[in-house]
Structure formats: C-alpha cells, structure tokens
C-alpha cells in the first residue's frame, strides 16, 4: 500500500532548505520588532523636510505617533523625504496639519496623500482659492480622511506630550493676508519645546507674543526667513535656541539678511534647508542634538 | 509558375512596404517611373534568361505592390487631412479628453477628441491646475498650431493628431462624462497604480508600475535620467520585450496543465486582456500585435517561418497606420531588435561557439547573448535618433535583464494578492522591495559611468553596417546548417 504522506515531507534538502527561509524570515521580523523600533519610545524627533521653496516638517513623538506639519510644494519631495526618514514599510501619518491654504504649504499633500494612510487632517478652517485646493479636498475624500478644524487653545494630548494651537483667532482667521491664518503649533514633549509658524507676519507674531507660556528651544522661522517675520520683539520673547528657515529656490529674497541677523542677535544657531538639506533635531529628555542631512554644509 | 508562396508572400509584404516608405519619405511620381522602369528590364530579362523565369514573373508581379504602398499611404493621408480646420484662428473648442493627461514640467499634455466646430484629434497644454482626467469633457478658447512636418510633428501626425494648443483659455471641465470601456479599463489601471504608490517608495513604485504596465511618468527625474545614462529606458515602454516576457510565463504556466493549442490560445487572449488593462495605448497595442504573431510562428515552425510572421507583424500594423513604418522609433526599435534576436543571435552563437542551452535562473549566457544582438541590430537607429548611446548600456542591460521577468511576476503576485488578501500582499512586498532596490542600485551605480558613444550617422555608414550585419547573419546561417 503507498502512504499518501505529502511529498514534501520526503525530500530532507527542500525541508532544510524551506526551515532555513523561516527562520531567517523570522530573524529579521523580530529583530526589527525589537531592536529597531526600541528608539521611539522615548525619543522625540523633529525632521525639517527639505522639500524646496515650501514647509514641511515632520515631528515624531516619544511613542511614535507622527504628525506632519505642511508638505511643501507639488514637486514630490514631501513624499521623497518621508520615505528617506521612515522606515520603507511604514506607510501611516497618523495626524496631517496645513498651517495655511497655500501652494508651498499643501502642493505636496495631494501626492503625498495617495502614497500613505492618514489618520486625520489637521485645518484652520479658511478654504483655498487656488484650483489646485479643489484637488486636496477631492483627494481627502476620496481617501477617506476626517477632516479636523482647529484654532487658538486647541490641543492635541499624547503620552507625555502636548500641541497646543496658539493662533489664528476668529479676526486673524478672517485676515485679508492669507499668511496670518496660519496655523501656529506650540509643541511641548521630552521636556522640550518647539514653535511651528507658518508664514505668519508681524501682526500675527504680536498676537502670539502675548499668550505663548514660555520661551522655546526649536523655532521653525516664519514665512521663509522673510524680513516682514522674525520681528525682533517676536525672537525677545520666543528667544530660540535652535532656529530652521525652510526655503528653496525663490525670487523673493528669502531668507533675508535681515531676518537672519535678528536671529544670530538673540543667540539662536541658525540653519537653513537650502544648504543644509532636511535638519534633524532629536531630543531625549535630556540633550538636544542636531543632524543635517548635507554634511558638508557651511 | 511563381517562387513558393512562402517567398511569394515575405517578398509582396516587403514591396508593399517599400512603397509605404518611398512616399513617408516624400518620394513622388518618381516612384512611379521606378516601378515602370523595373517592369521594362524584368521583360528584358524574361527573354533573355529563360532559366530564371520564374524569379522573374515573381518579380514582375511584386514590383506593383510597391505602387499599392505607395498609394495607400497618401491615400491614408489625405482622408486624415479630410476635415476641414481653421488653423490659426483663436475659436471656441468642445471636446472629450481621450488620453491620460501627462504632467510635464509646469503644465499637462492630453488628447483630446474634438466635437465642435469641428471632428479631429489635438493635443493641448494646459496649466497643472486644475487637473484633468481621462474622460472629461472639455471647453476651451484658442488658436490651433498644425503638426507641420518635422519629427515632432510627424509623431503627432502617427498619432492622427492635427494640431496642437498652448495653454488654452479653459472655460470648463466636466469630469467622468464618458464611461467607455477604455475609461473603465484606465481606472482598474490607476487603482493599480495607487496600490503600488501606496507600498512602495517613490523610485521603487515608479519602476514597477513601469516595468509591469508601461509608461515612465510615475518615474521621477533623477530616476529617468538613471535609466538614459544607462540605456535601460526601454524597460519602462510597454514594449515587445514586456509582452514576450508575459507571453512565455503564460505560455509556460498553461502550458503546463494544458495541451499546446489551448495554451496558445489561452495565451493570446492573457495578452489581449494585459493590453486593454494596461490602457491600450497604440504603442501597446503594436506590441501585443507583434508578440501574438511572434509565438504564434515560433510554437509551428523554426526561426525560417518566423521571417514571414515578423513580415505579417509590420504588415498588419502599417496597414492599421501607415505612418508607423517611418515615424515611429518603439516600432523600429521592436522590429529591429527582433530582427537581431532571430538572425544575429544564432549568428553568434555560431561565431563564439556558445551553448546556450543551459537552463536555469543564471542562464546568463542566453540573456547576454539575446541582449548584445539585439543592440548590434539597433545601434545605427539608436545613434541616428538620439544621436549618442552610454557605453555601458551591453553591461547594464546584461545585469538587469535577467531579473525583469521574475520582478514583474512578484509585482503581478502582489497586485493580486492586495485585492484578495492583503497580509499576503503585504509579506511579498518585501521580496519586491528587496528587489527592486537591488535592481535599482545596480543601475544608479552604472550611471556614474556616463561615457556615451557619439557618431554622427550617415547614409553610407547605414548601408554598409546593414550589409555587413547581412553577411554576418549569412555566415551564421550557414554555419548552424553545418553543426546541424
């Protein structure tokens, strides 16, 4: 009588050969599980995506959930930098925030939002007027995204972290100047505290002047190191440690001399994505450290 | 009473072929007085060479053929120039958008399939926003360009499109007005398309949706310019390449469970679907049309009866479109490549002395072998058209090529499994990754080598290589008859 034992069973070298696959498939999952993943528990990150003439930041917090503020212009380098700083499997933004309704602001989202899932979308509520918004709003639905509005003393709670929003107000939402809708995100995590601004201009800077609770470590300059931000009374009070300008190529003289040497005088490090490509600021509690991605950077 | 049918057909094929390219190139009524003129002396010859008679009458009989290509071709013209169209004068236009829209630099590039106030083919440039999508229905102001006859606009004329508009004044846009079955088929493509974006990386999900469905514009730029340095570009154009490819893993797979003529047919039917789900762009379209001559031939006869199949491959697709013959590179590279593939290769084998009967994932040999024929065969177009070719495009497509056909099976295994069960999917996604991201090393490190070969192509150069390449294929004939 022939058994019916599964041929697979009777041939040792496929056997071997198959357990072998295993358990190095095995190896490699559980080493990633554990090793690499063991970081983000307590760390926290703030990746300053350079993604040309445009913001885009993203901030990781201690527990790993993320929260990407702006995606730059519609040239694909949002997508191209989160794939750089993620790990190639990682294809969720659990929180995506525009600051304001502009092309250098949300261009790269409409790209962006095919290639990840995403937890919620982050707005101030003042809609685009551009043609290309129309593409936003059309791809957020059609990816099924919960649209949030925001505004000033909202806050966003996680672990031992907080995102407190500290404008616009109802009249600054109203404003006739698009920059001072913007978004404006004080973070506080790892015992550290980072300002995201935006485009915002001095009327807005004055606002926040009078309510933000300390001074803060990380400032992402507004609007592109223009010389209409950065007030000096602005810096007085943030008084930043460590200051990001994000700008590309540009006609408008970005970042300014001006802007800049407000900045040195109150005795921030300045860094800039032209020439230093996507700034990483990573704090653990305890140290602060800074990596930029072009090395060789002036 | 004729040479055999089987030369009779090859040779009428190759005369009325000869007289679609007399008049692409804008030969006249000096045709005309060739063909005469040859009838004259093949009379003369009929009498005195009373042996030869039968080429002769063959001859005799062929050489009108070239006047039918002759005529057909501008026959073909004239009815694409039949509509009547006010060049020049900025008028109100309504139409349907019936090509994807390709995003390039600040702007996109459609079809569109124009209604009123006319019925024609143009291609427009519109601002990148807002966007359009296959299907729409479209109003627009402004003052059609005629493709005029240079290699532009003889491209646009193969693609029976008129004119051209720059940035016209957009009025509106209504989306998803037509549901043909190309729109639903275009659809299935995107959602693919979507899925790869959403797994992948950029670069990655760029060059699988390229290699598995065609098209370089999920590419970004660093990736493509990659691809140029390196000569790899044509693995990204939906071309015979890719069809042969899927034609004999289909081929393999249902020949495995069923009989020849039934996996055949299964087979060219898998192509057809591929195509249409592809988007069945007439470059895919060409392709398949060769592939499914291609097998057909190979699975009843020997490389002899393949001449005859390529022959009705060009046949049929000049007679759909004239125009391919002279102004369309993908089908002068496919055919050429194929021609290098059949003749040369064995030519080689012959010259070199090399088995390359040896199975097995690194048959390196054959892939080596296949791909340096069917560069000798395509150098002068290539050098004619772009007017350079990378020095290490032999090397790099060497070390590709044998790869493609397993990375495109892991990228179909994946799609399918993302539709039906995605944690499946989600475990071959790192085979692919893994994959891809060797693939695209290699090519990345290949492009620091951007030694290119730069020869400024004449007439004379042309003819003598293509001799010489005959005489080649010549000895390798005979010296395969000899061992054989």
Redesign the interface.
Known sequence: MESTVHPFLHNPRLLRNVLGVLILANAVLWFGLFVLEKDKSTVLAMHFLSVGQGDSELIIFPGGVKLLIDGGP?N?SV??EL?AVLQ??D?YIDLVMVSHPQLDHFGGLIDML????VGAFLESGRRGE???Y??LENILEKRNVERIQLAKNDRIRYRGSTATILSPDARLLGSTDLNDTSLVTFVESASTTALFTGDIGKDAEQFIVRTIPTVVDVLKVPHHGSKFSSAASFLGAVQPILSVIEVGKNRYGHPTPQAIERLTDVGARVYRTDRDGRVTVKSDGKNLTVERAVRDAK | MLVHPYHTLFWSIVGFLAGVMAASIGLHISVVWLVLGSEIIFLVLYFTYPTLRVYVRSAALIAPLVLVGFVYYYTDDALFRRERIPFGETILIHGTVNSVPQVRGGGQDSTVSVHEPFRARIRIRTERYPTITYGDTITFRGAIEESADDSFGMYLQKERIRGTVSFPEVENIEHGTVRQFRGVLLSLRSTVEQRLMEQFSPDVAGFLSGITLGGSHALSDTMREVMQKTGTTHLVALSGYNISVIALSLLALFGAILKRRYALILTVIGIIVFVMFAGGEASAVRAAIMGIIIIIAEAFGRAYDVRNALALAAFAMVLLNPKVLAFDIGFQLSFLALIGIVYVKPAFEALFRIQTNTKGLLAWREGALTTAAAQVAVLPLLLITFGNVPAISLVANVAILWLIPITMLLGFLFVLCSFVFDPLATIIAYGVHLLIGMELGVLRWFSRFPLALTLSISTPFLVAYYTALGFFIRYGINRTSLSS
């Open positions: 519609p694909g997508s191209r794939d190639s499997n294809r095919v290639r990840y899932r551009i043609s290309a129309k593409d």
